[in-house]
Nanobody, 124 residues
Framework: VQLQASGGGLVQPGGSLRVSCAAS????????MAWFRQAPGKEREFVAG????????YYGDSVKGRFTISRDTSKTTVFLQMDSLKPEDTAVYYC??????????????????WGQGTLVTVSS
């Protein structure tokens, strides 16, 4: 499985941005797809996740109510819609995939595949 993240950029506080993750060679529909982020000087943190074949979504506490994860199964792409962005959302955003059970979704080590990351900067 190869993951290609895109869509990052500069956005003003309060604005919106959507990042995408295209997954190639993804044949196992039980895979769990997730977004993590890493801000300068901080550890990587879980942002959002969704099972490829399901509808349940999961979010980190800091983004609940502002971010929405979704997937387009026909294009094997996962999206992260980010609204009401704050300066503290500034980070490199990574997509990840793997045979992950929901209870371990926040652990980086649970994911076998990672994209290269896309930078999101929230600043005026």
């Amino acid at each position: 499985v190869q993951l290609q993240a895109s869509g990052g950029g500069l956005v003003q506080p309060g604005g919106s941005l959507r990042v995408s993750c295209a997954a190639s060679s993804l044949t196992d529909r039980s895979y769990f797809m997730a977004w993590f982020r890493q801000a300068p000087g901080k550890e990587r943190e879980f942002v959002a996740g969704i099972r490829w074949s399901g509808t349940n979504t999961y979010y980190g506490d800091s983004v609940k109510g502002r971010f929405t994860i979704s997937r387009d199964t026909s294009k094997t792409t996962v999206f992260l819609q980010m609204d009401s962005l704050k300066p503290e959302d500034t980070a490199v955003y990574y997509c990840a995939a793997g045979r992950v059970i929901a209870s371990t979704r926040t652990y980086e080590s649970a994911y076998a595949y990672w994209g290269q990351g896309t930078l999101v900067t929230v600043s005026s």
